[in-house]
């Protein structure tokens, strides 16, 4: 039996404390940071980016997974693996030459995720699932925290594990967006690998039981 991974999204840490917050990660059961990079133009809303990756990668004592929801990322691979980025994803959506991102983002050094938008069929990556280390796929629409999770992606979920055993190929599945000790146990029996939670996570009152929870959630 694969283990559940935790990967806990700082897009809903306290910022001024951010430091305590990586602390609290470190200590904890989670598995990954989640970083969570949008520029207001692939999704409507602005997060942080470069500089503040940099600074959280010199504290943080575990992989991060760095989440682009940006046009054109290939322009800006090199920069996030200099910035200290373990797994960088990009967005389906947001690249005509996914193949070719997914071979520089790999030669660079760094795993390749590949995220999928609620409405793109998981199907459109048959032909790349040998390539890619991790699939991210969306369980609400990419922007904001807090959002409702989408039932649909349950379906998502085993369609996905099918689609990988078919291909003998070896991609976690990853979850992001709504999830939460709630939901965990049902997507971790659909065939998730890596829980990504941010409100669920650094909005309750103790957030290292939290992941905790989300983290034996299977059983
Ligand atoms: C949303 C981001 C998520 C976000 C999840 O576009 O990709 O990682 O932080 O937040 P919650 O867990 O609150 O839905
Ligand atoms: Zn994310």
């Known amino acids: 039996k694969q283990p559940v991974l935790v990967a806990p999204s ?7 404390e951010l430091g305590k917050e990586v602390d609290m990660v470190n200590r904890s059961e989670a598995d990954w940071f989640h970083l969570d990079v949008m520029d207001g ?10 500089p503040v990756i940099a600074q959280i990668k010199k504290r943080a004592t575990k992989p991060c997974d760095v989440h682009l929801m940006i046009e054109e990322p290939e322009k800006y691979a090199a920069d996030f693996k200099k910035a200290g980025a373990d797994i960088l994803t990009v967005h389906f959506e947001a690249c005509i030459h996914l193949h070719r991102n997914i071979q520089q ?5 760094m795993k390749a995720g590949v995220a999928l938008n609620p409405h793109t069929p998981v199907g459109m990556l048959e032909n790349v699932i040998r390539d890619i280390d991790v699939v991210l796929i969306m369980s609400v629409n990419p922007g904001f925290g807090g959002q409702t ?6 379906q998502k979920i085993r369609q996905l594990r099918q689609l990988i055993t078919d291909n003998q190929a070896h991609a976690l599945i990853e979850v992001d967006g709504g999830v939460g000790t709630d939901n965990a146990g049902q997507l971790i ?8 939670a941010g409100s669920a996570i650094f909005s309750s009152a103790s957030p290292a039981q939290t992941i ?4 034996t959630s299977a059983q």
């Open 189 to 196: 029996q659909a065939g998730a690998n890596v829980l990504v």
């Open 10 to 16: 700082l897009l809903a840490a306290n910022f001024l």
């Open 41 to 50: 133009r692939f999704v409507p809303n602005i997060s942080y980016g470069l």
């Open 212 to 215: 905790h929870a989300l983290k």
């Open 105 to 109: 983002i790999k030669g660079l050094g």
């Open 149 to 154: 999770f989408i039932e649909q992606t349950y």
